[in-house]
């Protein structure tokens, strides 16, 4: 079954490129949305896709699952998440931060969500969970969800083991820190950023002034640039000994150990995102526009081979309750094993989960 051609999609030709894109048009939402780029939402045999619902103007957001080989689909009203979820790439399976906890949901709609653990209550006392974790990693070992939990005025890192539930605090900030993800190849490591601080108090924003910073398990955390370095939206590279990030001068490649940075594409972005190959890499940008909550956008794709890059796609403005209120960037990435790359788009005057095959992206710039 190529399901991209079956009546759950319909093509989108960009009429600059040429390129074609699939949008899900299927709806068991009113708006669907890719996950936040940073987290696979696809298994890695490219079967099961995972994407956020939204029922406004509700300001929950909650999960539906796509089988790309039998074109089921499903939503689930159960998962009121924070932060976004972790797809065990194995088993397509979902683990998801709500309330102060971590919770295991299979792909069925009669399987029931599992708590696996919970933060302990006397960590957080009477205190409001904003956040379990803004994205949910595993360790490289297997063994752990990395948390950075917004508690209170806090910030609380901690790990969390997958099969016991058991919490290890690993760090307390005093300001708003975030996006943390582990290492995937060292388990004792995390990648996090210190992120603008909305003084919950005063209402003051306290801005970024040194973006990017590593902690080892049991010591202090320390900024990966000597310097301090104001760059946003970060990732780990496959290898460990490398973080991507964007910079005002592009989409960047760094060396945690000499900080020598590589400008892998020099022109504007949001987010970025790379191959599992490292040969090619998407990103959505706003050129030449302010940046608020639905403003139009752009996508594109860079050949790292041969130079070649591709605007591909481009997203009308859509200012309106849902633009504003539901983070609908367009937030593209390389999912599953990388066969597919997968965005958020508004050509239809809705929002909508978009996908379109590596190799068609590959031949557009060869």
């Given amino acids: 079954m190529d399901i991209l051609k079956s009546d759950l999609f319909t093509?989108?030709?960009?009429?600059?490129?040429?390129?074609?894109?699939?949008?899900?048009?299927?709806?068991?939402?009113?708006?669907?949305?890719?996950?936040?780029?940073?987290?696979?939402?696809?298994?890695?045999?490219d079967r099961y896709l995972w994407f956020f619902c939204a029922y406004p103007?509700?300001?929950?957001?909650?999960?539906?699952?796509?089988?790309?080989?039998?074109?089921?689909?499903?939503?689930?009203?159960?998962?009121?998440?924070?932060?976004?979820?972790?797809?065990?790439?194995?088993?397509?399976?979902?683990?998801?931060?709500?309330?102060?906890?971590?919770?295991?949901?299979?792909?069925?709609?009669?399987?029931?969500?599992?708590?696996i653990g919970s933060i302990p209550a006397d960590l957080i006392g009477l205190r409001r969970t904003e956040r379990v974790a803004?994205?949910?990693?595993?360790?490289?070992?297997?063994?752990?969800?990395?948390?950075?939990?917004?508690?209170g005025l806090q910030a609380v890192f901690g790990t969390m083991n997958v099969e016991t539930g058991a919490y290890e605090h690993w760090h307390s900030f005093n300001r708003n820190h975030n996006h943390a993800q582990?290492?995937?190849?060292?388990?004792?490591?995390?990648?996090?950023?210190?992120?603008?601080?909305?003084?919950?108090?005063?209402?003051?924003?306290?801005?970024i002034t040194d973006r990017m910073w590593l902690m080892r398990r049991g010591e202090q955390p320390r900024p990966i640039f000597d310097e301090p370095t104001v760059v946003t939206h970060e990732w780990w590279d496959e290898d460990g000994e490398h973080v991507w990030c964007i910079h005002k001068t592009g989409t960047w490649r760094v060396n945690i150990h000499t900080q020598e940075v590589e400008n892998v594409w020099p022109?504007?972005?949001w987010h970025s995102h790379h191959h599992p190959s490292g040969k090619y890499v998407i990103s959505d940008a706003h050129p030449g526009r302010p940046f608020y909550r639905g403003v139009a956008s752009e996508v594109g794709f860079l050949n790292r081979e041969t130079g070649k890059s591709?605007?591909?796609?481009?997203?009308p403005e859509k200012t309106d309750y849902i633009g504003s209120n539901y983070h609908i960037d367009p937030h593209p990435?390389?999912?599953?094993?990388?066969?597919?790359?997968?965005?958020?788009?508004?050509?239809?005057g809705e929002v909508d989960l978009a996908i379109i095959p590596t190799a068609d992206l590959i031949e557009r710039t060869s």
């Fill in 11 to 45: 093509p989108w030709q960009d009429p600059e490129s040429g390129v074609t894109s699939y949008i899900l048009s299927k709806k068991v939402a009113p708006v669907q949305e890719v996950f936040y780029y940073v987290n696979n939402s696809m298994s890695a045999d």
């Fill in 57 to 115: 103007p509700s300001a929950s957001r909650t999960l539906g699952l796509l089988d790309m080989q039998t074109g089921e689909m499903n939503a689930f009203p159960d998962t009121q998440f924070s932060g976004t979820p972790h797809v065990d790439p194995a088993t397509g399976d979902l683990f998801m931060g709500m309330g102060t906890s971590v919770w295991r949901r299979g792909k069925r709609p009669q399987d029931t969500a599992e708590c």
């Fill in 134 to 151: 803004t994205h949910l990693t595993r360790s490289a070992d297997g063994k752990e969800f990395f948390l950075d939990a917004f508690i």
């Fill in 182 to 207: 582990f290492s995937p190849t060292d388990p004792d490591l995390v990648l996090f950023a210190q992120e603008n601080h909305p003084d919950p108090i005063t209402g003051l924003k306290f801005r």
């Fill in 267 to 269: 022109q504007s972005a």
């Fill in 310 to 315: 591709v605007r591909f796609i481009e997203n």
């Fill in 333 to 348: 990435r390389f999912a599953g094993s990388g066969q597919f790359a997968t965005f958020t788009t508004t050509v239809r």
